[in-house]
């Protein structure tokens, strides 16, 4: 949440996501950026960070292989959405979002700053395929919402929706696990293979193993990359303060 209060501190991080991907052990390999919620605002940031230095940073545009956005909280839900993330006692809410209201009465430099990454994110200069899971009952990133830069995105580059009518704030994985899965899996796979249409090189694989061992070895890969997925959701749910998934 104080990424999102105040925005120096996101300017701050997506600079040090950026450093991070621009290391030598890193250099040379494929991205698949993951947003979470806030998670969208915050790959915001990193788009906007990218976009006024091309010179330094347009190798992660070209390394970009795909990007997934779960519940992905836009600038025009802030003021309501956040409060919700914080806490689910209604008074606290209110209480939350008055003050909320009245600091960002004051900071109108943040207003102005939150609209600005909103516009990047809404016209996004990665045009690369991406997955977006997101449900109907969702307050903190209502699907009318999400569904304005579904299409937008739409008119540039290839989106996959993954919608469910009645879910929970970034507990897809939780409520629907088979199904978030197998979006995913599918994705993951599709963005990591050759695709002579989007210039995507093929995962690397022995010349001299037979065809069994090849299909074994990309099983491997697959449940490798997807423990190694819900991890990382797992330790960005605990950063946020969110429940447990195997609770």
Not at 24 to 33: K, L, Q
Not at 71 to 82: Q, V
Not at 224 to 241: D, S
Request: one cysteine or more; charged letters at 25%.
């Amino acid at each position: 949440a104080s990424h999102v209060v105040f925005p120096s501190r996101a300017q701050q991080l997506a600079a040090e996501v950026c450093e991070v991907l621009a290391r030598p052990e890193f250099r040379d390999r494929p991205i698949v950026f993951h947003g979470f919620s806030v998670g969208g605002y915050l790959f915001a940031n990193v788009l906007d960070h990218i976009e006024k230095d091309l010179d330094a940073h347009g190798h992660i545009k070209e390394r970009t292989r795909g990007q997934i956005l779960d519940s992905p909280a836009d600038y025009t839900s802030i003021r309501s959405g956040l409060p919700k993330a914080i806490t689910n006692n209604k008074s606290m809410q209110l209480l939350l979002g008055g003050m909320l209201n009245g600091y960002l009465s004051v900071m109108k430099e943040h207003d102005r700053r939150y609209e600005h990454v909103s516009n990047v994110f809404h016209n996004n200069p990665i045009e690369r395929p991406s997955l977006w899971y997101f449900c109907e009952n969702d307050h903190i990133a209502p699907s009318d919402r999400c569904e304005i830069v579904v299409d937008r995105w739409r008119e540039r580059m290839q989106v996959e929706v993954k919608q469910w009518q009645k879910s929970k704030h970034v507990s897809h994985l939780q409520l629907y696990p088979d199904e978030f899965t197998e979006a995913f899996n599918t994705f993951i796979q599709s963005v990591l293979v050759a695709d002579p249409d989007r210039g995507v090189e093929a995962l690397p694989t022995s010349g001299h193993s037979s065809g069994l061992k090849q299909q074994q070895e990309q099983e491997q890969g697959q449940e490798l990359r997807q423990g190694q997925a819900e991890a990382e959701m797992q330790r960005r749910r605990t950063a946020a303060g969110l429940p447990n998934l195997s609770s």
